[in-house]
C-alpha cells in the first residue's frame, strides 16, 4: 500500500513540477543593439512630434501678431494723422504746444509698438523655418565634407557648417566688425541671443545669434566664408521652406532646441 501511494504522490506532483520548471525558465532580454535602435526611433518620434506642435504653435502665434499687427498699423496711422492736424492748429494758435507734443508721443509709442511687432513676426518665421529644416538637418552628419570648388550648392535648403572652435554669443562683436569693415555697414542682427518670441514658444536660443542675410545674396556669402575661417558653427536657411515659410537667415551657432512640450 505504502508503495502504491508513493507512486500515486509521484504521478501527480512530477508534472506540476515540471510546469514550474517551464515558467521559470529565464527570460533573454533582447539585443542590445536591438534595444538601442528602439530607443533611438522614440527618441526621433518624440523630437517630430515636438517639431510638429513647434511649427503649429508658432503658425498660430504668428497669426495673432498679424492681427495685433493691423490693429497697431491703423492706431499710427490715425496718430499720424491727429499729429498732422494739430501742427496746423498750434500754427493758427487754436491748441497749446503741449497738446502736440502729447500727440508726437502717442504716434511714437504706437510706432514703436508695430515696429516691435514686425521684428516678433520675423523672428517667428525664422523660427519657424528652422524647425521645418530640422527634418533635413536631423539627417545630415554632423561633419559635413567640404568642397572647395562648390562649398555652397544650390540645391539644398540650408547649408551646415559644424564648426571648429568655440562658440559664444561674446564673439558676435567680432563678426560685425567683419561685416562693418567689408560692407560699411552693422551686421544685420535679426535675433541676438534669447528673445521674447523664443521665450514665448520655448525655444532654446541663448547662445545663438540669426543674421537676416540671405546665403545666396553676396553679403551673405561673405559671412558664410569668415565664419568658416574662423571655425565658427553656422546654419544657412534658403527661403521659402516647403512652402510654410520664407525665413531665410544665417543661424551663427550650434543648432538650437526645445525647452518645453507645448
Do not use: C
Amino acid at each position: 500500500m505504502k508503495v502504491a501511494a508513493l507512486i500515486i504522490v509521484l504521478l501527480v506532483v512530477a508534472p506540476f513540477a515540471a510546469a514550474q520548471r517551464v515558467r521559470r525558465k529565464p527570460v533573454i532580454p533582447p539585443p542590445q543593439d536591438q534595444t538601442a535602435k528602439e530607443k533611438q526611433k522614440e527618441i526621433a518620434e518624440a523630437a517630430s512630434q515636438s517639431r510638429t506642435k513647434l511649427i503649429e504653435a508658432t503658425k498660430e502665434y504668428q497669426s495673432s501678431l498679424e492681427k495685433l499687427l493691423a490693429l497697431l498699423t491703423d492706431q499710427e496711422k490715425r496718430a499720424a494723422e491727429l499729429v498732422e492736424t494739430q501742427r496746423t492748429l498750434l500754427e493758427e494758435g487754436v491748441i497749446a504746444k503741449s497738446d502736440l507734443e502729447k500727440s508726437e508721443r502717442a504716434l511714437s509709442e504706437a510706432r514703436s509698438k508695430a515696429e516691435g511687432t514686425r521684428k516678433s513676426i520675423g523672428e517667428a518665421e525664422q523660427l519657424m523655418t528652422e524647425a521645418i529644416a530640422a527634418e533635413q538637418l536631423a539627417k545630415l552628419p554632423v561633419e559635413e565634407s567640404f568642397d572647395s570648388f562648390n562649398p555652397y550648392p544650390s540645391n539644398v535648403i540650408l547649408i551646415r557648417y559644424a564648426g571648429t572652435s568655440h562658440w559664444a554669443l561674446t564673439d558676435a562683436a567680432k563678426v560685425d566688425a567683419f561685416f562693418r569693415l567689408t560692407f560699411g555697414r552693422p551686421l544685420p542682427v535679426s535675433a541676438f541671443g534669447q528673445t521674447a518670441t523664443h521665450n514665448q514658444l520655448g525655444f532654446d536660443h541663448r547662445a545663438a545669434l540669426d543674421v537676416a542675410l540671405h546665403p545666396d545674396s553676396p553679403e551673405g556669402r561673405a559671412v558664410m566664408d569668415y565664419l568658416r575661417a574662423q571655425g565658427i558653427p553656422f546654419i544657412a536657411f534658403r527661403g521659402p521652406v516647403a512652402g510654410s515659410a520664407t525665413g531665410a537667415h544665417i543661424h551663427i551657432g550650434q543648432p538650437s532646441h526645445r525647452t518645453s512640450l507645448m
